[in-house]
């Protein structure tokens, strides 16, 4: 019934003009230096990440004590550093690091760390401990916010989740897809409301919807071409990162992608469910890098991946942990230092039974913010933070 | 002079009794009305209209006579089949068919209260008795509820609750007890929750039923927020529930639940708190407080919530009739909402759906668009007839002309009036492709789609 999309769409969003400058005609335009530019990669580890049994100090004569039931053999981890090793199942972090393309952060916080799941995503995604106010924008969001104003969408999550508040804004255009079968439009776009709305809501949906369409027509696109022999396990979240490396390759005007993988409340047996996430994780990543550096675009790639905390040293009595304070960071990508970075929290030495953090996670979004994506770090996380060596100097 | 922001609504000039304020209580408060549920509430005033929300008497058309029977038909039924999406499709009848719509709403706030998901539970039974819970106590003294929250094995097995035992403690369902369902973050210490955990040993599931295991509760003596004693589930609970941060949490899930955006400051959070504390925490009394008064008629309030996808899905079937002669299929109902970012009994995590923008994302708008196209083009019943939309120009404002009926869609959809440029363009981007009914389909669909349609 509804006449092909291509035709309407072209004719709908000259309307959307004041919206979307330039949006359409892409192939008409060269590539502007902006989508050959940096990217940022986030990968937020939802639930709370046992950093002690992914990056594990098996050197620390305290782990074993607190450990006695979820311990992992000193045998079975795969060394990294001093004392220090990967979960057995990262066997593709470890070549990462071989092959100088993976950073250990260890022991990244923040002051007064909050064990709640939501109140600590949220001091990660705002950026602003200390601070909880609903109306506080997120930190990429606001990164972007002081970019230069591009022609679609600055900010892309690929994930079924809403969409994560670290890319609200106040007027860079995010939006969110997680795989192909999102992108097709049956429809003609409505043409758009009036653009200059000086209503927030109003103008955030107008433009939301309007990026939505033009990025949904894009990676549609994009997933349509075929792809010169790129190896992706099976999992969701490979799947997330082989439509990022497309959206890249399709010259995506995104400097930054945002992804998710759930699963890391472990309050119960933990041991198998960590383990599969942590592989997950580990062969996802090494897959997405291996194809942009076979596509000649890994240097223009660095992955960021987190967690809202980690968990506590002792165990619970469910064969799980609940929920503690510090974990590791990993950054990857071909231009970053490769190894371990800063020091592991002693596991002698607890504060309140949780591990003490020593580089504020903000820290770490400082190096990439100014080291990486070259904003204007200080004014966008309001303050003036150290920065770790992460990045090649 | 009453200056409290809940005092009533009264019609002003400024603020007149009108279509929007009609439409927003009909959409907040349930799923939208019909043309006719509007005329009759702009005839007889807020006051009646409210009344009728709230006694479920506001549905003028597609209530079956048999409807409570059919719904316990059909949750048993998902119930004993193991099957979720069932279960999904329930609801979705429920919603689009009871005669108290406020009341589903109501339900689907407790259910992101209490947020808790099948992915872990693994029981559909559970969950449908979990529900039922909701429906039955939500609009009660809320300490009814969350008792009987406590002895609810869905969300006990959520919450890792049977693995919490005396001297093997389990915080999980501690934290989000304190954290999520009473007081709110930031009021409660660390040593709280661990005492609360101890508090909540015991706690148990046996074949999908709860029990009490006497021999794993610690009854040793435990301190929570100060007060010491021998502490069980059931004295944890009226512990919390006499804290006035319970209050405040509960009036700001109230204004959550039929608020726009920032909406209601923290003042006016306060006051509604100050109202539940001082009325046993009944939160029936304090939606109607909501429901009556100046805040949520007021100017702010109008047009200013991104609608959530059981609202934009149900919604839209009420608003434009397409549950009669034929209903649509609930189990492609339940698929949409799930499209749109909502799967029912399955929320993201026990924060529930973060909601507000978070909706509009790139494929939920993608797929309200689908959903547009897929009700204009007749996919959401079987047997795949589009709607008849002139006809519904004539049944409700006597005339046929696309124009008229174009003009009466939208304002069932967006509580507003269409303006000559908006209807242009709608009709350009409709094209003329087809027959008369096509080209009003179509621009049924893109107006459905439009920016203003999301929000409520």
């Known amino acids: ?393 | 002079m009453n200056t409290s922001p809940w005092s009533p609504y009264r019609p002003a000039d400024a603020e007149p009794w009108n279509l929007e304020r009609a439409w927003t209580l009909r959409r907040r408060a349930g799923f939208a009305a019909t043309w006719a549920e509007l005329e009759r509430d702009l005839a007889d005033g807020p006051e009646k209209a409210v009344d009728r929300v709230l006694d479920g008497s506001c549905r003028l058309a597609g209530v079956p006579s048999d409807f409570a029977r059919t719904a316990e038909l059909l949750g048993d039924a998902a119930a004993g089949s193991s099957d979720a999406r069932r279960l999904q499709a329930w609801w979705l009848f429920r919603c689009l068919f009871t005669h108290d719509p406020l009341q589903e709403r109501l339900t689907l706030a407790w259910h992101d209260h209490f947020a808790t998901s099948q992915v872990k539970v693994d029981d559909v039974g559970a969950m449908h008795r979990q529900n039922e819970t909701f429906r039955k106590l939500g609009r009660g003294p809320f300490g009814d509820l969350l008792r009987a929250l406590l002895h609810d094995p869905a969300l006990l097995a959520w919450l890792d609750a049977p693995s919490n035992r005396k001297q093997k403690p389990n915080e999980n369902l501690a934290r989000e007890l304190m954290e999520l369902f009473t007081l709110g973050v930031g009021r409660y210490s660390e040593s709280d929750v661990k005492e609360a955990a101890r508090a909540l040993t015991g706690l148990g599931v046996t074949q999908g039923r709860f029990t009490m295991r006497a021999d794993r509760h610690d009854d040793g003596p435990k301190t929570v927020l100060g007060k010491t004693g021998n502490l069980d589930p059931d004295a944890l609970a009226d512990l919390l529930l006499a804290q006035p941060a319970t209050a405040d949490r509960l009036a700001w899930r109230l204004c959550n639940t039929f608020l726009g955006e920032n909406v209601a400051d923290a003042a006016t959070r306060t006051a509604l708190a100050e109202q539940l504390r001082g009325d046993g925490l009944h939160v029936g009394r304090a939606v109607d407080t909501i429901l009556r008064s100046r805040i949520f008629f007021g100017p702010r309030n109008l047009h200013a919530r991104i609608g959530d996808p059981v609202g934009f899905v149900v919604g839209s079937v009420r608003a434009l009739e397409c549950f009669a002669p034929r209903p649509p299929s609930t189990l492609l109902l339940a698929e949409w909402t799930e499209r749109l970012g909502q799967a029912l009994f399955f929320p993201p995590n026990v924060g529930g759906w973060p909601g507000g923008r978070g909706w509009l994302s790139g494929r939920g708008v993608v797929a309200r668009a689908n959903f547009a196209a897929a009700l204009a083009e007749g996919r959401l019943h079987a047997d795949g007839k589009p709607p008849d939309f002139a006809s519904l120009a004539e049944r409700n404002v006597k005339t046929r002309e696309p124009d008229a009926a174009l003009k009466l869609v939208s304002e069932v959809l967006s509580g507003r009036v269409l303006d000559p440029s908006s209807a242009d363009a709608i009709q350009r981007s409709a094209g003329d492709a087809g027959s008369a009914n096509d080209r009003l389909n179509r621009a049924v669909a893109l107006l459905l789609a439009r920016p203003e349609s999301q929000l409520v």
């Open chain 1, 1 to 393: 019934m509804f006449t092909r999309r291509d035709l309407l769409r072209r004719s709908a969003f000259l309307s959307l003009a004041p919206v979307v400058p330039e949006f359409l005609d892409r192939t008409t335009r060269a590539a502007t230096p902006d989508r050959d530019g940096r990217v940022l990669v986030v990968l937020q580890l939802d639930g709370g990440n046992d950093g002690i049994n992914t990056v594990v100090p098996f050197g620390d004569e305290n782990y074993n004590k607190h450990r006695r039931e979820l311990r992992i053999p000193t045998d079975k981890v795969l060394k990294v550093g001093e004392g220090i090793g990967l979960h057995p199942s990262m066997r593709a972090a470890a070549d990462l690091i071989e092959s100088h393309r993976l950073a250990i952060v260890q022991g990244v916080g923040y002051p007064n760390p909050d064990r709640s799941h939501f109140e600590s995503m949220a001091v990660w995604q705002t950026a602003m401990p200390g601070k909880p106010d609903a109306a506080n924008l997120g930190w990429l969001g606001r990164a972007l916010d002081a970019a230069p104003r591009g022609d679609g969408p600055a900010l892309i999550h690929v994930g079924d989740e809403n969409i994560p508040r670290a890319l609200f804004s106040r007027r860079a255009a995010s939006t969110s897809f997680a795989d192909a079968s999102d992108l097709a439009l049956r429809l003609p776009p409505p043409p758009a409301e009036s653009a200059t709305s000086t209503d927030d809501l109003t103008a955030f949906v107008n433009r939301t919807v309007a990026t939505a369409y033009a990025t949904a027509a894009d990676l549609e696109a994009a997933a349509a071409k075929p792809d010169g022999g790129a190896r992706y396990p099976g999992s969701g979240l490979a799947k997330r990162f082989e439509l990022v490396a497309r959206s890249i390759k399709a010259k995506s005007p995104a400097r930054v992608y945002y992804l998710i993988q759930g699963g890391y409340d472990t309050h119960s047996v933990q041991a198998p469910a960590q383990s599969a996430l942590l592989r997950e994780l580990a062969d996802a990543l090494r897959a997405f890098l291996d194809d942009l550096a076979a596509s000649k675009l890994a240097d223009r790639v660095a992955v960021l991946a987190f967690s809202e905390f980690g968990r506590r040293p002792e165990e619970n009595g469910s064969l799980g942990t609940d929920h503690g304070t510090a974990g590791p960071v990993f950054v990857a990508g071909p231009s970053v230092q490769s190894g371990i970075v800063g020091q592991a929290p002693s596991l002698g030495d607890l504060e309140n039974d949780d591990l003490k953090w020593s580089i504020d996670f903000r820290s770490v979004y400082a190096t990439l913010l100014d080291g990486w994506l070259n904003l204007p770090a200080d004014e966008i996380l309001g303050g003036r933070f150290s920065r770790p060596m992460i990045l090649k100097t």
